[in-house]
C-alpha cells in the first residue's frame, strides 16, 4: 500500500469532477489562466493565520498547487540526462536491491533522487565550461560544439524531470529476483542465467506496456490526479521558480544530510544498540517474555513495544514521518496497538500449536506431534519429485506443515483487509468510484465497440479535430490539454504493445528454458488478471493514493490453479503481482511527466531506459548477495545487517499454497485464512453505520485498508523503529503543520529527502565496504554498544535459543 503524501488541505468534498469554470488558453505564454489561478502553487498567509489554500476538487488540486504553464522550447534531451538519468538509474537499483535482503524491507526515496539530481545537475552546469577559447604560444583552440552539448546551460525543470522518471523507473526491486533468488537457495540453483535475467526484464517491461494501453483511463483524465506525485512536482516547480531562494534552501539541506549521514555510521556499525534501546530488556535480560514483546532491534526478534530508536534507517523504513499523512499515522498507529494484542494473543494462547513453534518466522515447520516443543523447519525436498513438484505420497509421509501464529497473523489481516478495502472504497468514495469507472457503463461500452470506433484504420478526425475534440473534453487534465495545445507527439500505441507482445513472447520462452513448470496457458492467464488489476487497482490508486497488495490473492490463485507447483507459483506471481505493481508505478510516473510537461516520447525512452538499468543491476545485486550471503539468508533470524525473509515467505507461502485443499480450504488447518476473504466484507459496515446514525463523518477516519495492513505488520523483520515513527510523525504532522505551516511548507520535505539521503547513502557505503555486500565481511569489534548476538540481542534482550 502507498500513502497518500499530499501536502494540501482538502476539504470533505468528494466531487472530483472539474468545476464548472472555463479555463482558456493564453497562446502569448502558453498557460491555462482563470479567475481561481494564484500566483503561485500555494498561498499563504502570515504564519499565525496559518495556510489559507484549499483545494476541493481534482481540478483544483492540479491547477492551484502545480502551475498550469510550459515552455515547449526547453532543452530536455542533454548529455546531463543521460549522464545522471543513468547513474541514479543504476545507484537507486542496487540500493533498493540490497534493502531487499535487510532484515526490514526499505524503500528508495523519490524526493531524495529527486534533490539529488538537482544538486548534481546544478553542479554540472557550473563545472563544465560552455565554451573554451585558449591561446597556446600561437597555437589557438575554440570549441562551442561539443560543450555545447555537455552543458547547453542552466539546469532546467525538465531535464530534471527526466532523470527523476529515469530513476524512479530503476529504482525498485523486482520480484524476478524474488522468484530466481528463492529458486537458488531452495530448489537446487536455477538452469540458466540469461533466462534468469531476461525474467526480470520482462516481468518490469510487460508492466509498462499494459500501463501505455490503459493511458486514456489511467492517466489523461484529470481525476486520475495521482496523490504521491504531488510533492515531487511541487519540489520540481519549487526549486526552478527562484534560483536564489533555491541555493538558501539547498544550505539547509547540506547541514542536514551530511549530520545524519556521519550519525548513521554509530547505529549502523559502531553502536548497534542505538537501533533500538529497551529499558524493558535492560532491566531483565533473561526473560524471553520481555524478549517477544519489547524486543525488536534483531531481525524476527520481536514486537518492539516502546521501543526507542536513533536509527532513521528503522524509524523510516516504509513512510517517512514527515510526510506521512496525519490521518495515515492514526489509521497506522491503531493498526500497531491491533498487531500488538494480536501477535501476542495468538502466540500466547497457543493458537495453532504457536506456541510449540518460534515466535516469528517465515520458515515452514515439522512438528514431531501437537503440542511438542520439538520442531525441525520443514525440508521440503521430501516432498518433491524431480521436476520440483509435489508429490502426493511423499507429502503423506512427511506430513502436513506448520507456519507460526505471527506469519498466519499477517496472511489473515492482509488477506481480509484487501476485501475491506473494496467496500470501504465503495461506502466511503462512492462518488469518485462512479466517475473513475464511467468509461465501463454500458451505454459506453457500445460507444467503444460501434462500427464506427472498431473502424479504426480510417482517417475519421483530422489533427486539428482530434486536438479540438480533446480541448473540449470537460474530463481531461489541464496539463495533458496544454501539451497537445504545444504540439508534442505522442507515443503510439502501437509502441506500447510492441513492448507487451515482445516482452510476452521472450517471457514464455524465459520459463520453459527456467523449468519453471508454468504452462504457456498459466502464463497468459497471468497476463489477463494483470490487465484486470491494472484497472481496477490502478485507477483506485490514482484517485487514493493506495496502493493495494494483491501477492497473496495471486500466490493463492496460482496455488489452486498449479496445484503441487511451488515454481509455478513463484512465477505467476511475478508475472501477475510484480508486472501489476510496476505498472502502477510507471503510471505513477507518467502523471508526473505529465505535470512536468516532458515530451510524451521522451519520457516512454528514459522509463524503458530506467526500467532495463534497473533490472539489470537487481539481477546483479541479487546473484551477488544470495551467493555470498546464502547461510544467513536461509536461517530463522538472520542478523542486524543480512536478512531472508522476504524469500522465506515467498517461498513458504508458495509450497503452502501448493498444498491448499490440505492447507487452507475449508475444512484445512489453516482455513480461516480463506475465510476471512469474506469477513473482510464486513469489517468497513459498523464505522458506516455509526456514521449514518451520527451524521459525524469522522467515522470515515477510520481506514479498515491500513488498520488491517498494519495489524499483521510486525511478523517480521526489525521493529524497534514504531515508538520514534509516532512520535516524529505528530511532531511535524500535527504541531508543526498547525501551529508552524510556514516553517512546515517550506522545509517539510528538503528535511525529510536529506535525513533520508544522508541516511541511504551511508547504508550503501556500509553494506559494500564493511557487511559483506562485496563478499567478504569486516564486522566493528563487540563492545557494550555493539554486543555479541549469540550473548545478547542488539537491544540486550534475551536471545531466543529456538532462534541459535
Given at each position: 500500500?502507498?500513502?497518500?503524501?499530499?501536502?494540501?488541505?482538502?476539504?470533505?468534498?468528494?466531487?472530483?469532477?472539474?468545476?464548472?469554470?472555463?479555463k482558456?488558453?493564453?497562446?502569448?505564454?502558453?498557460?491555462?489562466?482563470?479567475?481561481?489561478?494564484?500566483?503561485?502553487?500555494?498561498?499563504f498567509?502570515?504564519?499565525?493565520e496559518?495556510v489559507?489554500?484549499?483545494?476541493?476538487t481534482?481540478?483544483?488540486?492540479?491547477?492551484?498547487?502545480?502551475?498550469?504553464?510550459d515552455?515547449?522550447n526547453?532543452?530536455?534531451?542533454t548529455?546531463?540526462?543521460?549522464?545522471?538519468?543513468l547513474?541514479l538509474?543504476?545507484?537507486?537499483?542496487?540500493?533498493?536491491?540490497?534493502?531487499?535482503?535487510?532484515?526490514?524491507t526499505?524503500?528508495v526515496?523519490?524526493?531524495?533522487?529527486?534533490?539529488?539530481?538537482?544538486?548534481?545537475g546544478?553542479?554540472m552546469?557550473?563545472?563544465?565550461?560552455?565554451?573554451i577559447?585558449?591561446?597556446?604560444g600561437?597555437?589557438?583552440?575554440?570549441d562551442?560544439?561539443?560543450l555545447?552539448?555537455?552543458?547547453?546551460?542552466?539546469?532546467?525543470?525538465?531535464?530534471?524531470?527526466?532523470?527523476?522518471?529515469?530513476?524512479?523507473?530503476?529504482?525498485?526491486?523486482?520480484l524476478?529476483?524474488?522468484?530466481?533468488?528463492?529458486?537458488?537457495?531452495?530448489?537446487?540453483?536455477?538452469?540458466?542465467k540469461?533466462?534468469?535475467i531476461?525474467?526480470?526484464?520482462t516481468?518490469?517491461?510487460?508492466g509498462?506496456?499494459?500501463?501505455?494501453?490503459?493511458?486514456?483511463v489511467?492517466?489523461?483524465?484529470?481525476k486520475?490526479?495521482w496523490p504521491?506525485?504531488?510533492?515531487?512536482?511541487?519540489?520540481?516547480?519549487?526549486?526552478?521558480?527562484?534560483?536564489?531562494e533555491?541555493?538558501?534552501?539547498?544550505?539547509?539541506?547540506?547541514?542536514?544530510?551530511?549530520?545524519?549521514?556521519?550519525?548513521?555510521l554509530?547505529p549502523?556499525?559502531?553502536f548497534?544498540?542505538?537501533?533500538?534501546?529497551s529499558v524493558?530488556?535492560?532491566?531483565?535480560q533473561h526473560?524471553?517474555?520481555?524478549?517477544?514483546f519489547?524486543?525488536?532491534?534483531?531481525?524476527?526478534e520481536?514486537?518492539?513495544?516502546?521501543?526507542?530508536?536513533?536509527?532513521?534507517?528503522?524509524?523510516?523504513?516504509?513512510?517517512?514521518p514527515?510526510?506521512?499523512?496525519?490521518?495515515?499515522?492514526?489509521?497506522?498507529?491503531?493498526?500497531i496497538?491491533?498487531?500488538?494484542?494480536?501477535?501476542i494473543?495468538?502466540?500466547?494462547?497457543?493458537?495453532?500449536?504457536a506456541?510449540?513453534?518460534?515466535?516469528?518466522?517465515?520458515?515452514?515447520?515439522?512438528?514431531t506431534?501437537a503440542?511438542?516443543?520439538?520442531?525441525?523447519?520443514?525440508n521440503?525436498?521430501?516432498?518433491?519429485?524431480?521436476?520440483?513438484?509435489?508429490?502426493?505420497?511423499?507429502?503423506?509421509?512427511?506430513?502436513?506443515?506448520?507456519?507460526?501464529?505471527?506469519y498466519?497473523?499477517?496472511?489473515?489481516t492482509?488477506?481480509?483487509?484487501m476485501?475491506?478495502?473494496i467496500?470501504?472504497m465503495f461506502l466511503?468514495n462512492?462518488?469518485?468510484?462512479?466517475?473513475?469507472?464511467?468509461?465501463?457503463?454500458?451505454?459506453?461500452i457500445?460507444?467503444?465497440?460501434s462500427?464506427?470506433?472498431?473502424q479504426?484504420?480510417?482517417?475519421?478526425?483530422?489533427?486539428?479535430?482530434?486536438?479540438?475534440?480533446?480541448?473540449?473534453?470537460s474530463?481531461?487534465?489541464?496539463?495533458?490539454k496544454?501539451?497537445?495545445?504545444?504540439?508534442?507527439?505522442?507515443?503510439?500505441?502501437w509502441?506500447?504493445?510492441?513492448?507487451?507482445?515482445?516482452?510476452?513472447?521472450?517471457?514464455?520462452?524465459c520459463?520453459?528454458?527456467?523449468?519453471?513448470?508454468?504452462?504457456?496457458?498459466?502464463?497468459?492467464?497471468?497476463t489477463?488478471?494483470?490487465?484486470?488489476?491494472?484497472?481496477?487497482?490502478?485507477?483506485?490508486?490514482?484517485?487514493?493514493?493506495?496502493?493495494?497488495?494483491?501477492?497473496?490473492?495471486?500466490?493463492m490463485?496460482?496455488?489452486?490453479?498449479?496445484?503441487?507447483?511451488?515454481?509455478?507459483?513463484?512465477?505467476?506471481?511475478?508475472f501477475?503481482?510484480?508486472?501489476?505493481?510496476?505498472?502502477?508505478?510507471?503510471?505513477?510516473d507518467l502523471?508526473?511527466?505529465?505535470?512536468?510537461?516532458?515530451?510524451?516520447r521522451?519520457?516512454?525512452?528514459?522509463?524503458?531506459?530506467?526500467?532495463?538499468?534497473?533490472?539489470?543491476?537487481?539481477?546483479?545485486i541479487?546473484?551477488?548477495?544470495?551467493?555470498?550471503?546464502?547461510?544467513?539468508?536461509?536461517?530463522?533470524?538472520?542478523?542486524?545487517?543480512?536478512?531472508?525473509?522476504?524469500?522465506?515467505?515467498f517461498?513458504?507461502l508458495?509450497?503452502?499454497?501448493?498444498?491448499?485443499?490440505?492447507?487452507?480450504?475449508?475444512?484445512?488447518?489453516?482455513?480461516?485464512?480463506?475465510?476471512?476473504?469474506?469477513?473482510?466484507?464486513?469489517?468497513?459496515?459498523?464505522?458506516?453505520?455509526?456514521?449514518?446514525?451520527?451524521?459525524?463523518?469522522?467515522?470515515?477516519?477510520?481506514n479498515?485498508?491500513?488498520?488491517?495492513?498494519?495489524?499483521?505488520?510486525?511478523?517480521?523483520?526489525?521493529?524497534?523503529?514504531?515508538?520514534?515513527?509516532?512520535?516524529?510523525?505528530?511532531v511535524f504532522q500535527?504541531?508543526?503543520?498547525?501551529?508552524?505551516?510556514?516553517?512546515?511548507?517550506?522545509?517539510?520535505?528538503?528535511?525529510?529527502?536529506?535525513?533520508?539521503?544522508?541516511?541511504q547513502?551511508?547504508?550503501?557505503?556500509?553494506t559494500?565496504?564493511?557487511?559483506g555486500g562485496?563478499?567478504t565481511?569486516?564486522?566493528?569489534p563487540?563492545?557494550?554498544?555493539?554486543?555479541?548476538?549469540?550473548?545478547?540481542?542488539?537491544?540486550?534482550?534475551?536471545?531466543?535459543p529456538?532462534?541459535?
Amino acid at each position: 500500500m502507498a500513502s497518500n503524501d499530499l501536502d494540501v488541505q482538502i476539504t470533505e468534498s468528494h466531487d472530483v469532477s472539474p468545476t464548472p469554470e472555463t479555463k482558456e488558453v493564453d497562446p502569448k505564454n502558453n498557460t491555462f489562466t482563470s479567475d481561481n489561478d494564484v500566483e503561485h502553487g500555494l498561498k499563504f498567509e502570515p504564519e499565525e493565520e496559518g495556510v489559507t489554500t484549499v483545494v476541493e476538487t481534482a481540478n483544483d488540486l492540479v491547477t492551484k498547487v502545480i502551475h498550469v504553464q510550459d515552455d515547449p522550447n526547453m532543452s530536455v534531451v542533454t548529455f546531463r540526462v543521460i549522464f545522471l538519468g543513468l547513474g541514479l538509474s543504476i545507484f537507486g537499483s542496487v540500493l533498493q536491491e540490497i534493502f531487499y535482503f535487510k532484515p526490514q524491507t526499505i524503500f528508495v526515496s523519490l524526493v531524495f533522487l529527486t534533490v539529488w539530481a538537482y544538486i548534481l545537475g546544478d553542479l554540472m552546469a557550473v563545472l563544465i565550461p560552455t565554451k573554451i577559447d585558449w591561446r597556446i604560444g600561437g597555437l589557438h583552440i575554440t570549441d562551442g560544439g561539443l560543450l555545447r552539448y555537455l552543458n547547453p546551460g542552466p539546469f532546467n525543470s525538465k531535464e530534471h524531470a527526466a532523470i527523476t522518471i529515469m530513476a524512479s523507473a530503476a529504482a525498485q526491486s523486482a520480484l524476478a529476483t524474488e522468484a530466481l533468488a528463492a529458486q537458488y537457495l531452495f530448489y537446487g540453483g536455477y538452469p540458466s542465467k540469461g533466462a534468469g535475467i531476461f525474467i526480470v526484464l520482462t516481468s518490469q517491461l510487460l508492466g509498462f506496456g499494459i500501463t501505455g494501453l490503459l493511458r486514456d483511463v489511467l492517466v489523461f483524465p484529470t481525476k486520475m490526479i495521482w496523490p504521491m506525485t504531488i510533492p515531487v512536482s511541487s519540489l520540481l516547480e519549487t526549486i526552478h521558480r527562484d534560483r536564489k531562494e533555491t541555493k538558501r534552501k539547498m544550505r539547509i539541506w547540506y547541514a542536514v544530510f551530511l549530520a545524519v549521514f556521519i550519525w548513521e555510521l554509530f547505529p549502523e556499525y559502531i553502536f548497534t544498540t542505538l537501533i533500538g534501546i529497551s529499558v524493558f530488556c535492560l532491566a531483565d535480560q533473561h526473560n524471553l517474555f520481555f524478549t517477544n514483546f519489547f524486543g525488536g532491534a534483531t531481525g524476527n526478534e520481536g514486537l518492539g513495544v516502546l521501543n526507542i530508536s536513533f536509527d532513521w534507517n528503522y524509524i523510516a523504513p516504509f513512510f517517512n514521518p514527515l510526510w506521512y499523512p496525519l490521518q495515515s499515522t492514526v489509521n497506522t498507529l491503531i493498526g500497531i496497538i491491533g498487531c500488538y494484542a494480536l501477535l501476542i494473543g495468538l502466540y500466547y494462547g497457543n493458537i495453532w500449536e504457536a506456541k510449540s513453534l518460534p515466535f516469528m518466522s517465515q520458515d515452514l515447520f515439522n512438528l514431531t506431534n501437537a503440542n511438542s516443543t520439538t520442531y525441525n523447519i520443514y525440508n521440503q525436498s521430501l516432498i518433491l519429485n524431480d521436476n520440483f513438484e509435489i508429490d502426493n505420497a511423499k507429502l503423506e509421509a512427511e506430513g502436513i506443515p506448520y507456519l507460526t501464529a505471527t506469519y498466519l497473523a499477517y496472511l489473515l489481516t492482509t488477506n481480509m483487509g484487501m476485501t475491506a478495502t473494496i467496500v470501504y472504497m465503495f461506502l466511503w468514495n462512492r462518488d469518485d468510484l462512479k466517475a473513475a469507472w464511467s468509461w465501463a457503463s454500458p451505454s459506453q461500452i457500445l460507444k467503444d465497440f460501434s462500427l464506427q470506433r472498431l473502424q479504426f484504420w480510417r482517417n475519421q478526425e483530422t489533427p486539428e479535430e482530434r486536438l479540438q475534440r480533446k480541448q473540449d473534453d470537460s474530463t481531461l487534465d489541464p496539463h495533458y490539454k496544454l501539451m497537445m495545445r504545444n504540439k508534442y507527439a505522442e507515443v503510439p500505441l502501437w509502441w506500447w504493445a510492441l513492448v507487451l507482445v515482445v516482452c510476452w513472447a521472450v517471457g514464455l520462452g524465459c520459463l520453459y528454458s527456467m523449468k519453471s513448470t508454468l504452462p504457456w496457458w498459466g502464463f497468459l492467464v497471468s497476463t489477463i488478471f494483470t490487465f484486470i488489476f491494472v484497472l481496477f487497482f490502478g485507477a483506485q490508486m490514482g484517485m487514493t493514493g493506495f496502493q493495494f497488495n494483491q501477492q497473496p490473492i495471486c500466490q493463492m490463485l496460482a496455488g489452486y490453479m498449479f496445484p503441487g507447483r511451488p515454481l509455478a507459483n513463484f512465477y505467476f506471481t511475478c508475472f501477475t503481482f510484480n508486472a501489476t505493481q510496476q505498472a502502477q508505478l510507471l503510471a505513477k510516473d507518467l502523471r508526473l511527466a505529465q505535470y512536468s510537461h516532458l515530451p510524451p516520447r521522451i519520457t516512454f525512452a528514459v522509463q524503458i531506459a530506467g526500467c532495463i538499468v534497473g533490472g539489470l543491476m537487481n539481477w546483479v545485486i541479487m546473484d551477488t548477495v544470495v551467493a555470498a550471503q546464502e547461510p544467513l539468508l536461509v536461517s530463522i533470524q538472520g542478523s542486524s545487517i543480512w536478512s531472508g525473509q522476504n524469500i522465506q515467505q515467498f517461498n513458504s507461502l508458495a509450497i503452502a499454497w501448493s498444498i491448499a485443499p490440505k492447507l487452507f480450504s475449508i475444512g484445512a488447518r489453516y482455513e480461516w485464512v480463506t475465510i476471512v476473504f469474506l469477513l473482510g466484507f464486513l469489517v468497513p459496515v459498523p464505522a458506516y453505520i455509526m456514521y449514518k446514525i451520527t451524521g459525524n463523518r469522522l467515522w470515515g477516519y477510520l481506514n479498515p485498508s491500513i488498520i488491517l495492513w498494519f495489524m499483521g505488520n510486525l511478523f517480521v523483520g526489525i521493529n524497534s523503529g514504531f515508538t520514534t515513527f509516532f512520535i516524529v510523525a505528530f511532531v511535524f504532522q500535527w504541531y508543526i503543520r498547525k501551529y508552524h505551516p510556514r516553517f512546515f511548507v517550506e522545509w517539510n520535505y528538503l528535511i525529510s529527502a536529506a535525513l533520508d539521503g544522508g541516511t541511504q547513502i551511508m547504508v550503501f557505503i556500509l553494506t559494500f565496504a564493511v557487511a559483506g555486500g562485496s563478499g567478504t565481511a569486516h564486522p566493528f569489534p563487540t563492545w557494550a554498544g555493539n554486543p555479541d548476538l549469540s550473548l545478547h540481542n542488539t537491544d540486550y534482550c534475551m536471545v531466543n535459543p529456538a532462534n541459535q
